[in-house]
C-alpha cells in the first residue's frame, strides 16, 4: 500500500512539475508579445511624430527649395 502512495505521489508531484513548466512557457510567452507591442507602439509613435515634424517644418525636416530668377 505505502508503494502505491509513494508511486502515486511520485506521479502527482511530476504532474504538478510538469503544469508549472507550461505555465512558465505561458508567461514567458505573453510576456514576448506585451513587448512586441509595445515596440510597435513606440515605432508608430516615432513615425507619426516623423510625419508631423515635415507636415509643420519643425526641425527643418523638408528640404529648402530654391527658386531661380534668371532665366537661360
Known sequence: ??????ENNK?????QKKLAE????????QRRML??????????RKRKKRE???ILN?????PKLSFSLGGK
Open 58 to 62: 519643425k526641425k527643418n525636416a523638408r
Open 22 to 29: 507550461e505555465q512558465l512557457k505561458l508567461v514567458e510567452e
Open 1 to 6: 500500500l505505502e508503494e502505491i502512495m509513494a
Open 35 to 44: 513587448e512586441e507591442k509595445q515596440r510597435m507602439e513606440e515605432e508608430d
Open 52 to 54: 508631423q515634424e515635415v
Open 11 to 15: 506521479k502527482i508531484e511530476e504532474a
